[in-house]
């Protein structure tokens, strides 16, 4: 960086960085697009729904399959969270897609879509900062001019593979969770600051979509208070630029954010945090954001004299915003997604001004790291298909008993091309590649990609063996028929769930057409399935109620009676399942 002028009487300038021509030169499109695929499919297919979004999917096919209405998404007919939005994208995905795909992979389509959109936006949005005039470097006097568009597309480069490093967006990234539509929408807010001083009429666009997203896929407290920052940031502008376009956009986001408000009832509300809520924070932040937090807290150090600059105070406000609402979530990992790409933006910030010493330091991390990872994966493959080595053979089988793996040619030969992949990149970088900003994050990226796509090919067996409730489910199912008789046709069985939580009755409801409720058609259940409470209460879903008395007397009035069947999943024998006739069933 540049030494800021000091001039006595005169105003501090902005440092900036300084470069060489060399350091902008241009990361080919293809292997970047191909990079972003490798990480954006793998998860989203191939298994089926998990606990981790196993209600989310529940609500879509309710919805879908008209046991839901629209304007109040629920399951079973208890309501739920989350907005509307992704419940929408969901449903409307199944009735398109779902007579060709079926439900569950037509309902992660419009994730896809929201996935490669956050990364879409949070490129151009490194781009338009980085075009900024007080974000460029110093032009050298004698040497090669260094291009200005070229400088901004090697800063969003870096901030794109930023991203991908990013720890905690390889799981809630590929789930189709609600928090996936708010990254999408927080991506567009950082997209249209990026466009507020050049572009007023795409900022509106892009800053009204973003706050419209947020207020409908169940963030409109995020919406109003994201709205008021976005407001006091283009009221602190210096410079003179057409404010009307965005000003008009942040109105109509804030007011649709309190129309969403007052809908809801106050129903999304934020929890004071205590002392151990602070330290869950802190502690998942430090893996949830790396690599991105050291490399923005750099950022702002090293560009300290231009805080103040539109490029480094709008990105740096959707962090602060992103990280409060995810400390006063009350301990829910998936609200900190939304500051992976104000954080990369910031991060990205910091190429140009890392010392070759760190870049060296992390580049030797991520080989080592991600390499001995992979390593792990293939003999622990290894070790499922042949039983050797014994003792990681002896573990899987303990975990998951029952599984048997069984080689599949194609995922075989996706993750040896990976592996191929990594080993190439290695070689380049290895090589005399010192020049371009982005090549410090390119082992980073790379290697989170690559374990992804080893774990989403060779694992994915035996962790949706491990995960799926659909054996489960069609145990249920056959239970059912078997005492049900003519009632367990098409039109489902109703049962009482005693002890499950929406998650459990969303998931096995849809694999055994059971209908869960006190009563159907007025008329009470005929089955009463029951899950005793855990006593270890660390594994308890976060979407279960503390059991009532009322819960409890009916778990033991069941309990009394004969049991008709009882299953639980592999690998988890304590997660026990127990279905009995009702006592209370009506003729």
Excluded at 104 to 111: A, G, N
Excluded at 139 to 158: H, M, N
Excluded at 307 to 318: F, K, M, Q, R, S
Aim: with cysteine; net charge positive.
């Amino acid at each position: 960086m540049t030494t800021p002028h000091t001039t006595p009487g005169r105003a501090r300038l902005p440092a900036r960085p300084v470069v060489s021509a060399a350091a902008v030169a241009r990361l080919p499109r293809w292997p970047l697009w191909l990079l972003c695929a490798a990480y954006a499919l793998p998860g989203f297919f191939g298994r089926d729904p998990w606990k981790g979004d196993g209600l989310p999917f529940g609500v879509m096919w309710q919805i879908a399959a008209g046991h839901s209405t629209w304007l109040q998404p629920s399951i079973y007919g208890h309501p739920v969270g989350g907005g509307w939005l992704p419940y929408w994208l969901g449903a409307a995905s199944i009735d398109l897609f779902g007579p060709w795909l079926g439900a569950i992979t037509s309902s992660r389509l419009p994730f896809i879509a929201l996935l490669a959109l956050a990364l879409m936006q949070t490129w151009y949005a490194a781009y338009h900062f980085a075009l900024r005039d007080a974000a460029q470097p110093v032009q050298p006097a004698f040497a090669t001019p260094i291009s200005v568009k070229g400088y901004a597309r090697a800063i969003a480069d870096g901030a794109l593979l930023t991203l991908l490093a990013c720890l905690g967006l390889l799981g809630r990234g590929h789930e189709t969770l609600p928090e996936l539509a708010q990254l999408a929408g927080y991506s567009a807010l950082l997209l249209g600051l990026s466009l507020v001083p050049t572009k007023p009429r795409a900022s509106a666009l892009a800053l009204g979509s973003g706050l419209l997203i947020l207020a409908s896929s169940g963030a409109p407290w995020l919406a109003l208070f994201a709205a008021l920052l976005i407001a006091a940031l283009i009221s602190s502008q210096r410079e003179a630029a057409p404010r009307f376009a965005p000003a008009l956009a942040v109105a109509g986001g804030l007011a649709f954010a309190m129309a969403i408000l007052a809908v809801v009832h106050g129903s999304a509300v934020a929890q004071w945090p205590d002392f151990a809520s602070i330290q869950h924070f802190f502690g998942t932040f430090a893996w949830f954001v790396w690599p991105a937090w050291p490399l923005a807290a750099l950022a702002v150090w090293r560009w300290r004299e231009s805080v103040g600059e539109w490029h480094v105070l709008a990105p740096l406000g959707l962090l602060l915003l992103a990280c409060l609402a995810a400390l006063l979530a009350a301990r829910n990992v998936s609200t900190l997604v939304l500051a992976l790409p104000a954080a990369a933006a910031l991060a990205a910030l910091a190429l140009p001004v890392m010392r070759r010493g760190s870049l060296a330091a992390l580049d030797w991390f991520s080989l080592l790291f991600f390499s001995l990872l992979a390593l792990v994966i293939w003999v622990l493959w290894l070790a499922m298909l042949t039983g050797f080595p014994a003792k990681p053979a002896a573990n899987i089988a303990r975990l998951a008993p029952g599984f048997v793996a069984h080689f599949s040619l194609l995922p075989t030969l996706v993750a040896l091309l990976a592996t191929l992949s990594w080993a190439a990149v290695v070689a380049w970088r290895a090589g005399r590649h010192r020049h371009p900003l982005w090549k410090g994050m390119v082992l980073s990226a790379g290697g989170v990609t690559l374990v992804w796509v080893l774990v989403g090919t060779l694992w994915m067996p035996v962790l949706d063996y491990a995960s799926t409730y659909r054996p489960l489910g069609r145990q249920l199912a056959a239970a059912l028929r078997k005492h049900a008789g003519r009632e367990a046709e098409a039109a489902g069985t109703c049962v009482t769930p005693v002890g499950l939580s929406l998650t459990q009755q969303a998931l096995l409801g849809y694999w055994s057409h059971a209908k869960f409720g006190p009563k159907t058609h007025g008329q009470r259940c005929g089955f009463v399935l029951v899950l005793p409470p855990r006593a270890d209460t660390r594994s308890t879903p976060a979407d279960a109620q503390p059991q009532s008395r009322a819960e409890a007397s009916a778990r033991r009035q069941a309990e009394r009676g004969t049991r008709l069947w009882s299953g639980h999943r592999p690998g988890e024998p304590q997660e026990r399942f127990s279905l009995y006739r009702s006592a209370t069933t009506a003729p």
